[in-house]
């Protein structure tokens, strides 16, 4: 881990006093993440500034990561590149997230207790993963088309066989 941070962060504090962090947290800290890894290894970059944008206590900045997610297809490895612009504006309700101006992503508060950093950076990094990772040219995924079975000529449905069996017998 490189640079000074703390692990739980109050963000409307930090946009009072225009605090910017800088460091990497290892994908360890990242319990959702982690779900969708192959490898649990490594660690991702951030660099966020905490500060008033016109009226908005925003977030904004970078956050980069090298993930390996696994193909839903064949299971294997899919090396994955993460580099996420960052500008997120803190709000306390639904209602004012609903205010934001469209280039800002909501960063909901519900309540006053800090929240760990490692959350923020996870969420950014999780928004830049496909719903169903998947390799582009799959090699599980087979090249021809499915074989087309023809239906059958001059075969009856069974159903009607047995309905004219039935009318002979009454
Ligand atoms: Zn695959």
């Not at 994908?27 to 009226?55: I, N, Y």
């Not at 090699?139 to 023809?150: G, R």
């Amino acid at each position: 881990m490189v640079g000074h941070f703390p692990e739980f962060i109050d963000p409307l504090a930090l946009v009072e006093k225009r605090r910017q962090f800088k460091g990497s947290l290892p994908f360890s800290k990242m319990p959702h993440l982690q779900d969708w890894l192959l490898s649990r290894e490594g660690e991702a970059k951030f660099d966020l500034r905490f500060e008033k944008e016109g009226r908005i206590a925003a977030v904004t900045g970078k956050v980069e990561a090298e993930l390996e997610l696994q193909c839903q297809c064949c299971l294997e490895g899919i090396p994955w590149r993460v580099s996420s612009e960052v500008r997120l504006g803190i709000v306390r309700s639904i209602d004012e997230a609903d205010l934001l101006p469209a280039d800002y992503e909501p960063l909901l508060l519900e309540g006053d207790e800090a929240i760990p950093l490692a959350d923020l950076v996870q969420d950014e990094i999780m928004l830049a993963i496909p719903p169903i990772p998947q390799h582009e040219r799959c090699s599980m995924l087979s090249p021809e088309p499915a074989e087309v079975v023809p239906e059958p000529k001059g075969r009856k449905n069974p159903f009607a066989v047995l309905a004219e069996l039935k009318k002979l017998n009454q």
